[in-house]
């Protein structure tokens, strides 16, 4: 198993730009691809964008597309998600989650999920 931790959430105005970081711990030699998913109040969990174990490939989300970047340095077991442009909508709990030798786009592929940061866009 491995652990993730999020951070770099907060409250910010429309347009603004944040970094979330996850940090994985545990058994971090696995080829873990991780993934980034979102949730505000009264929807489903819905991804953002994933990217495999190399950093070579990435997946993003329609809405994340041109907005948000998603990379990784594997020698400090962290990956980021860049966000530009922030829009109210991209309010809600966002979550990173890893999955063994994969980046799925589907959260039912994750087997390890961290507790989530906070992001909220104010208009």
């Known amino acids: 198993q491995v652990h993730l931790v999020e951070s770099g959430g907060g409250l910010v105005q429309a347009g603004a730009s944040l970094e979330l970081t996850c940090e994985l711990s545990g058994r971090t030699h696995s080829s873990w691809g991780v993934g980034w998913f979102r949730q505000s109040p009264g929807n489903e969990r819905e991804f953002v964008a994933a990217?495999?174990?190399?950093?070579?490939?990435?997946y993003y989300a329609t809405f994340a597309r041109g907005r948000f970047t998603i990379s990784r340095d594997n020698a400090k077991n962290t990956v980021y998600l860049q966000m530009g442009g922030l829009k109210p909508e991209d309010t809600g709990l966002y979550y990173c989650a890893a999955q063994d030798g994969g980046a799925s786009m589907k959260a039912e592929n994750y087997e390890n999920w961290g507790q989530g940061t906070q992001v909220t866009v104010s208009s």
């Open positions: 990217i495999r174990y190399s950093g070579l490939t990435t």
